[in-house]
Every structure is written in structure tokens, then in C-alpha cells.
């Protein structure tokens, strides 16, 4: 049973922030986004800090902008199809305890997943003879699941939304033909939105309050906020001869301080009433504050050109995803501080890939990828439910003119189905598992001048 105490400082605002930005599966670990070039995506984003030609390093790595030819203009956009089908049950809390009582009524929430179209644009032009300037437009971060309002998870999650936005400048000098320095700054605007359904119905039953049972007062709340704030990235290239490079980068973690964050409770009638007695300055509109850092980065990367035809290309990116091990936000409202745990750990992403060039106008490409999840079993949710993903990718390069290149990437995603095993703040239960599937569709045209 639930004391007065403990329902009341629940802080819903806190599991919504943290929620939304703690959890993910788009595609890379986590919330995290590679899609940022059609042409590294259909090798599977090998050698994407050190191949020749590709716009996108102005981001991946600046110092790698030393392999790219002239002036040159790059928009891209990728096509990410995301599926998530849950099945399994969910019972309310019962007189012995989590879980035991009778089940929670509603559907399985249907395709929980979305199709997002995720752009990109890059500008890079030589500085006399041995320096670069660049400038980027990506999305590193981002991801949507909405299940039906009335789904069997619905005190778990309904809507989560989070989005990033960079805006990068990028600068690199050559020591000599062999070996670049690069670095970049950018200003980083971050986005969430996140629903979800409260069980008032448990929380005043568990107090004794007559006229009320589990699942009989739902209310809902609606958590949003954003932030902006800054990161760099510093970049190394280093060629053993003309045919051989290794690139090194690192990107910055971006801490991102949410100070406006805006919680909104829509609170059944005769619960609003007791509520506005028992709890007073509980589950009213509020503000509220937290600081999230977006996990740094460091990627080791390698491209061999063979001959005139055979390119082949290998990364490896380890993720410092266990600065996501609490979160603690701070509330405007009478609700006191809460401080949530999650226990991520860092990942690492490994692919390999080859490029077979056909003729001056026409490239194949094709990779392999392990892309390891930061969550655990014990920690996982329904916000969306995480799991390691290997790929298989496929590209092509149509070089229409000396100044015109167009590129296509696909990459498909097999993953295993992850479990869920979740209590909510009302001590409401929910088990089951997800059928995940993922599919992503690049394109780009680079114009060189």
C-alpha cells in the first residue's frame, strides 16, 4: 500500500524528463543519431571520420576536410522507419502487493513507431593552400513513439518526443600532406515532449478514500522543455602515404540545462477535489528545472584505397553513456527534489565496409555494424525499448558530372525482441516484450564549385 508520503512526492515531472531523455531507440545507441551522410550510411559508417570525398566530415571529423576536392555544398536527408509492437499484460497493485491485483483493461497501444525524416546540409571550401573552413546543419539526436492514449502501458508512457538540432562551424589546418588538425564548435538546441496517464484511481484507493478503485480516475500529464547550449569537436588525420588515412575525433558531451521546463496535469474531477485537499501544491501546473548531458564521443577510423577500384574502410566509436547514471531535477512547485537513477553504460559501435567503384560514374559500397545498446535488462522501458542492433548497409555514388555526385544509403536493423518488466509510481505492473523493427533510407546531392 501506498502511504500519503511516498504517493505525494512522487515527482511526475521528473519521470518525464528524465524518461524522455534518458531512454531511446533510434538508431545508434540510444537517442542517438549516426545518419548524418547517405554516402558513409551505405557502408555502415565505416571509415566515416577518414574517407576522401565525403561532405559530412565537416562534423564526423574537420580535420579530414584536407580529402575533399575544391569548394563543395552537400543536402541530405534519411529516412528512418521505426517499429515497435508490444505484447504482454499489466496488473494493478493488489493487497500483497506490485502487481498482484486485477488486470489493467486496454489495447496493446499498436505501432508505437514512426517514419522521421532526419536533414543535413554541409558547406566546406579551401583557405589558400593549407587550410579548410566548413559549416553544418545535423541532427545528432532524435526520437518519436506514441502509443494509444488508452494502451495497457499507458501510467509507463504515451508520447515521447526529443529532438536535437546542431548548428556547427568548422576549421582545419594542414601541417603538410600527411598530417591535419581540425576542431569545430557548434551550439546544440534540444527539444522534449513526453505524455503519460496517472493511475488516481490506485493512488486514493491506497489512502481509503471512498468512491474510488484501481484504474477508475485517470488523469494524464504532459511534460515539455527545452535548451541550447554549446560543444566542440577535435579531429586528427594522419596519412601513412596518399591511399592510406586514420582519422581520430572526439565530440564533446553537451551539458544542457533545462530551465524552463513546463509540466501540465489534466486531473479527473472528484480526484481533483481530494487531491486539492490532501495533496495541496501536488500535481498542479508547474515548472521546473534539470540538467542532461549528451555523452561525449570518441571515434578511431580507417580507409585503404586498394587500387582503382577497391576501397575498403573500418570505425570503431565508444559512447560515454554512463554520465546518464542519475538525473536530479529541481521543481517550482511545493514537489520536492527528485533524483532518478539509470545506470547506462558506455557502448561501443564497430563496422566495417568497402566501396567497389564500377566506373568514374558509378560507386558501390556495403557494411557491417555492431551497435550496442547502453541500457540493461533491469533498467529498460516502454518510452522505448532499447536493444543492440547489428546492420547491413548498401550505397551507391552517381557522379552525373565533374560538379554534380548524388548518393543513396540503405541500412536494415536486426535486433532481438527486448523485454520489458516495468512498476509505475502507483506500483501498477507491466511485462511483456517488443517486436522492434528498423529500416533507414539515405539520400545527398553534393555539388562541387
Same mark, same amino acid.
Given at each position: 500500500?501506498?502511504?500519503?508520503?511516498?504517493?505525494?512526492?512522487?515527482?511526475?515531472?521528473?519521470?518525464?524528463?528524465?524518461?524522455?531523455?534518458?531512454?531511446?531507440?533510434?538508431?545508434?545507441?540510444?537517442?542517438?543519431?549516426?545518419?548524418?551522410?547517405?554516402?558513409?550510411?551505405?557502408?555502415?559508417?565505416?571509415?566515416?571520420?577518414?574517407?576522401?570525398?565525403?561532405?559530412?566530415?565537416?562534423?564526423?571529423?574537420?580535420?579530414?576536410?584536407?580529402?575533399?576536392?575544391?569548394? @563543395?555544398?552537400?543536402?541530405?536527408?534519411?529516412?528512418?522507419?521505426?517499429?515497435?509492437?508490444?505484447?504482454?499484460?499489466?496488473?494493478?497493485?493488489?493487497?500483497?502487493?506490485?502487481?498482484?491485483?486485477?488486470?489493467?483493461?486496454?489495447?496493446?497501444?499498436?505501432?508505437?513507431?514512426?517514419?522521421?525524416?532526419?536533414?543535413?546540409?554541409?558547406?566546406?571550401?579551401?583557405?589558400?593552400?593549407?587550410?579548410?573552413?566548413?559549416?553544418?546543419?545535423?541532427?545528432?539526436?532524435?526520437?518519436?513513439?506514441?502509443?494509444?492514449?488508452?494502451?495497457?502501458? %499507458?501510467?509507463?508512457?504515451?508520447?515521447?518526443?526529443?529532438?536535437?538540432?546542431?548548428?556547427? *562551424?568548422?576549421?582545419?589546418?594542414?601541417?603538410?600532406?600527411?598530417?591535419?588538425?581540425?576542431?569545430?564548435?557548434?551550439?546544440?538546441?534540444?527539444?522534449?515532449?513526453?505524455?503519460?496517464? *496517472?493511475?488516481?484511481?490506485?493512488?486514493?484507493?491506497?489512502?481509503?478514500?471512498?468512491?474510488?478503485?484501481?484504474?477508475?480516475?485517470?488523469?494524464?500529464?504532459?511534460?515539455?522543455? +527545452?535548451?541550447?547550449?554549446?560543444?566542440?569537436?577535435?579531429?586528427?588525420?594522419?596519412?601513412? +602515404?596518399?591511399?592510406?588515412?586514420?582519422?581520430?575525433?572526439?565530440?564533446?558531451?553537451?551539458?544542457?540545462?533545462?530551465?524552463?521546463?513546463?509540466?501540465?496535469?489534466?486531473?479527473?474531477?472528484?480526484?481533483?477535489?481530494?487531491?486539492?485537499?490532501?495533496?495541496?501544491? @501536488?500535481?498542479?501546473?508547474?515548472?521546473?528545472?534539470?540538467?542532461?548531458?549528451?555523452?561525449?564521443?570518441? =571515434?578511431?577510423?580507417?580507409?585503404?584505397? *586498394?587500387?582503382?577500384?577497391?576501397?575498403?574502410?573500418?570505425?570503431?566509436?565508444? =559512447?560515454?553513456?554512463?554520465?546518464?547514471?542519475?538525473?536530479?531535477?529541481?521543481?517550482?512547485?511545493?514537489?520536492? +527534489?527528485?533524483?532518478?537513477?539509470?545506470?547506462?553504460? #558506455?557502448?561501443?559501435?564497430?563496422?566495417?565496409?568497402?566501396?567497389?567503384?564500377?566506373?568514374?560514374?558509378? =560507386?558501390? %559500397?556495403?557494411?557491417?555494424?555492431?551497435?550496442?545498446?547502453?541500457?540493461?535488462?533491469?533498467?529498460?522501458?516502454?518510452?522505448?525499448?532499447? =536493444?543492440? %542492433?547489428?546492420?547491413?548497409?548498401?550505397?551507391?555514388?552517381?557522379?552525373?558530372?565533374?560538379?554534380?555526385?548524388?548518393?543513396?544509403?540503405?541500412?536494415?536493423?536486426?535486433?532481438?525482441?527486448?523485454?520489458?518488466?516495468?512498476?509505475?509510481?502507483?506500483?501498477?505492473?507491466?511485462?511483456?516484450?517488443?517486436?522492434?523493427?528498423? #529500416?533507414?533510407?539515405?539520400?545527398?546531392?553534393?555539388?562541387?564549385?
Amino acid at each position: 500500500m501506498l502511504s500519503s508520503q511516498n504517493l505525494f512526492r512522487l515527482s511526475l515531472l521528473a519521470a518525464g524528463v528524465a524518461g524522455v531523455l534518458l531512454s531511446g531507440h533510434a538508431h545508434a545507441a540510444a537517442f542517438q543519431l549516426k545518419e548524418n551522410s547517405a554516402k558513409a550510411q551505405g557502408r555502415a559508417f565505416a571509415g566515416s571520420a577518414s574517407a576522401p570525398g565525403d561532405t559530412a566530415v565537416v562534423v564526423n571529423n574537420p580535420a579530414a576536410m584536407r580529402l575533399l576536392e575544391g569548394r @563543395q555544398l552537400s543536402v541530405g536527408v534519411s529516412a528512418i522507419s521505426f517499429g515497435a509492437d508490444f505484447k504482454g499484460s499489466g496488473n494493478y497493485v493488489g493487497a500483497t502487493g506490485a502487481g498482484t491485483g486485477s488486470a489493467i483493461s486496454g489495447g496493446d497501444g499498436g505501432n508505437a513507431g514512426t517514419i522521421a525524416a532526419v536533414p543535413s546540409i554541409y558547406f566546406a571550401t579551401p583557405i589558400g593552400d593549407n587550410m579548410h573552413l566548413g559549416a553544418s546543419l545535423t541532427v545528432p539526436y532524435g526520437f518519436k513513439t506514441e502509443y494509444d492514449r488508452d494502451w495497457v502501458g %499507458r501510467y509507463q508512457g504515451i508520447k515521447t518526443e526529443l529532438q536535437a538540432i546542431d548548428a556547427g *562551424i568548422s576549421f582545419s589546418y594542414d601541417v603538410n600532406p600527411w598530417v591535419s588538425f581540425g576542431a569545430s564548435v557548434f551550439a546544440e538546441r534540444l527539444d522534449v515532449d513526453l505524455s503519460n496517464a *496517472i493511475d488516481f484511481g490506485t493512488a486514493l484507493y491506497a489512502q481509503g478514500v471512498p468512491g474510488f478503485t484501481p484504474g477508475s480516475a485517470d488523469g494524464y500529464s504532459r511534460v515539455k522543455g +527545452d535548451s541550447t547550449d554549446m560543444g566542440f569537436t577535435l579531429g586528427g588525420l594522419f596519412s601513412i +602515404d596518399e591511399n592510406t588515412h586514420i582519422g581520430l575525433t572526439y565530440r564533446s558531451q553537451v551539458d544542457h540545462k533545462i530551465d524552463n521546463g513546463k509540466a501540465t496535469f489534466d486531473v479527473p474531477g472528484q480526484a481533483a477535489a481530494v487531491l486539492a485537499v490532501a495533496a495541496a501544491g @501536488q500535481y498542479i501546473n508547474t515548472g521546473g528545472s534539470a540538467k542532461v548531458i549528451m555523452p561525449a564521443t570518441a =571515434t578511431a577510423s580507417f580507409t585503404h584505397i *586498394i587500387n582503382d577500384h577497391w576501397l575498403i574502410a573500418a570505425d570503431v566509436t565508444r =559512447t560515454a553513456w554512463s554520465k546518464f547514471d542519475k538525473i536530479t531535477v529541481d521543481f517550482d512547485s511545493a514537489q520536492a +527534489d527528485n533524483t532518478l537513477v539509470f545506470n547506462y553504460r #558506455d557502448t561501443t559501435f564497430v563496422s566495417v565496409g568497402a566501396d567497389y567503384k564500377l566506373s568514374d560514374a558509378l =560507386t558501390f %559500397r556495403g557494411g557491417l555494424a555492431y551497435d550496442q545498446t547502453p541500457t540493461t535488462v533491469e533498467y529498460r522501458d516502454v518510452r522505448v525499448p532499447d =536493444t543492440t %542492433r547489428r546492420w547491413l548497409s548498401l550505397g551507391l555514388t552517381w557522379t552525373s558530372s565533374p560538379s554534380s555526385e548524388w548518393n543513396l544509403g540503405y541500412t536494415h536493423l536486426f535486433t532481438s525482441d527486448p523485454t520489458v518488466d516495468e512498476t509505475s509510481v502507483t506500483s501498477s505492473t507491466l511485462a511483456g516484450s517488443f517486436d522492434v523493427s528498423g #529500416d533507414i533510407l539515405a539520400g545527398s546531392y553534393t555539388y562541387k564549385f
